[in-house]
């Protein structure tokens, strides 16, 4: 019996995994894509009636905020910017100084509905301006936009999953990566919300399967003490999709083109049939031996590497294949309802990662809605995941997993509640709390990956993962409604609810037992005992 990882020693980290990593980088940057093209797609504009008696007949000469708006239309109290889709009636009396845009013009006392004729600080097509979702009471449509797409991603995480054990996970991610971006070209030519709405769902069932798949196949490629580090590295990738998506919406400024430019690329992942290897370990499992041999000899000759001597008909083993062969989905739910510590144990898991996705997601979102240009505070709330992403791995690396998830929950939720305390004014100061907030939960999104798969015993260890990450969703589904808080509620209880809810799940990580440094337990009895006093004989240190 041979071991992959001992044969990958053998054979040398060299070209091959330098290639593969910039070749699953580019999938993985894609895969973040879809996630984040609809807060440009169904954006909320900054808009104003129309003020016929006082705005020049050009339009393009035409000032969103001039001097004499206070007199002609209400202002919010808690943002002091315009009402969207409420004026002043005029008044029928003689002009004033020849003009009736001054004080005393308008009748402060009553005011008017305008539904068709608006004045932009700055114009940009979006399915808001097309399909008539305009005024505060449409915002909910523009929302609702990104409750779909994660409710997509909800679906079809567990899909996805089904279909790589089922058909491979090669095929599984070129197939969603190609399909996802067809389906989102066909969306540009959307009619009307209701078709749009459909093909955001669809297409967000689709992709969410792209980056679980592709990292499987990444972390193939690399030996199990240098997967922290590569993990580290591929994840700097992710951001910078939703960069350039940013940077494109803000040349285009057009809701159809920017779904176009944005996939048409991923038409071309299509090439990954040839220029990617099937799962070493999925091959295996499906009894397809010589593959998994072709492969390593393949691996081998790029990195002009001699094959080892293997026994003739040899069977390829990996030692962290430990699943039960004979486990599946109904048998392990029942052991988890049976085991009251792994019951209570997912449940409070499912909450850290509900708050953990809640707060990524809804900074993200809401990082559009600071003062200044919403394009280059998207990009920068995006960007502080890239130092983020490194500084992973010396956090877990300098403290205990729970502490230092804890610590980046505490982080983030403190900074949120700054941010709603820090005057307007201070607007730089406002922006870098924002951004400190959006590291440290980018952070913790890290950590929460490496403690959920330490905490649960190898034979439930992927259903759990797949189950908390699914179950996390529901974070993400909640995070464009948080957004809405904000015109019922105020200004301020946007970031309030984000702050509480990750000081909330600060406080449930220090209820988890610690991981570092022990050994993944196999059994269920193994994974009862971290964090106690019992020391199981087979547990013990062991780098993580």
């Known amino acids: 019996m041979v071991d992959i990882d001992n044969v990958l020693v053998s054979v040398g980290m060299g070209r ?12 993985i940057m894609y895969s973040n894509v879809s ?11 900054k808009y104003r009636c129309e003020i016929p008696e006082c705005d020049v007949t050009n339009p393009e000469g035409r000032i969103y905020e001039p001097e004499w708006l206070r007199f002609t239309m209400p202002y919010r109290n808690d943002t002091d910017q315009p009402r969207k889709c409420l004026r002043y009636a005029a008044l029928s009396g003689p002009l004033i100084n020849g003009t009736r845009c001054s004080s005393g013009g308008f009748n402060e006392s009553l005011t008017e509905w305008c539904r068709d004729s608006w004045v932009f600080e700055d114009f940009e097509n979006t399915i808001g301006t097309e399909f008539g979702l305009m005024c505060e009471d449409n ?3 523009l929302s609702m936009v990104g409750t ?20 491979g996970r090669k095929f599984t991610m070129v197939f969603c990566a190609a399909t996802s971006a067809a389906l989102c070209i066909i969306q540009s030519f959307s009619n009307s919300y209701s078709m749009f709405l459909v093909l955001e769902f669809v297409s967000s069932i689709v992709s969410s ?12 490629l690399f030996l199990p003490h240098q997967r922290v580090l590569y993990y580290s590295i591929l994840e700097c990738f992710l951001p910078v999709g939703s960069i350039l998506v940013a940077y494109i919406a803000s040349i285009v400024q057009d809701w159809r083109i920017l779904l176009r430019l944005v996939n048409i690329p991923g038409l071309l992942f299509l090439s990954y049939f040839w220029l990617t290897e099937e799962s070493m370990r999925w091959l295996e499992s499906q009894g397809k031996h010589d593959k998994v041999i072709n492969a390593l000899k393949k691996i081998a000759a790029v990195n002009k590497k001699p094959f080892p001597d293997l026994p003739t008909n040899t069977q390829v083993q990996s030692l962290e294949s430990l699943d039960d062969k004979d486990a599946n989905f109904s048998s392990i739910i029942k052991d988890i309802i049976r085991s009251s510590t ?9 909450y850290v990662w509900i708050a953990v996705t809640l707060v990524y997601y809804g900074l993200t979102i809401s990082s559009t809605d600071i003062a200044g240009d919403k394009y280059l505070n998207f990009s920068l709330v995006l960007l502080v995941e890239i130092p983020a992403c490194l500084l992973n791995w010396l956090i877990m690396e300098g403290m205990s997993r729970k502490m230092s998830l804890c610590c980046m929950f505490v982080f983030s939720g403190v900074t949120c509640v700054m941010y709603n305390l820090m005057p307007s004014e201070f607007f730089l100061i406002k922006l870098s709390l924002f951004l ?8 913790a999104f890290c950590i929460i990956y490496m403690l959920t798969a330490e905490i649960f015993p190898t034979r439930m260890r992927a259903t759990m993962m797949s189950m908390c990450s699914m179950l996390g969703r529901i974070g993400s589904m909640l995070s464009p409604q948080a957004t809405l808080l904000t015109e019922y509620f105020g200004v301020y209880a946007t970031m309030l609810v984000f702050g509480m809810t990750a000081l909330a799940a600060a406080a449930i990580t220090m209820t988890l037992p610690e991981s570092k440094n022990i050994k993944l337990p196999d059994t269920i009895d193994e994974a009862k005992e971290i964090g106690t006093d019992v020391k199981p004989k087979n547990i013990g240190k062991n780098s993580p």
């Not at 679906?155 to 089904?162: A, L, Q």
């Open 139 to 141: 915002k909910w449509k």
């Open 148 to 167: 779909i797409n994660n409710f997509g991603q909800f679906i079809g995480i567990p899909v996805s999953g089904i279909i790589a054990d089922r058909y």
């Open 436 to 443: 400190v907030s959006k590291l440290a939960i980018s952070i």
């Open 209 to 220: 399967g792209i980056y679980t798949v592709t990292f499987i196949l990444a972390m193939e």
């Open 342 to 350: 792994i019951f209570w144990r997912m449940i409070r898991c499912s």
């Open 35 to 45: 996630p984040v093209t609809y807060v440009f797609t169904a954006s909320d504009l």
């Open 16 to 27: 091959y995994q330098f290639v593969g990593c910039m070749l699953f980088g580019l999938m």
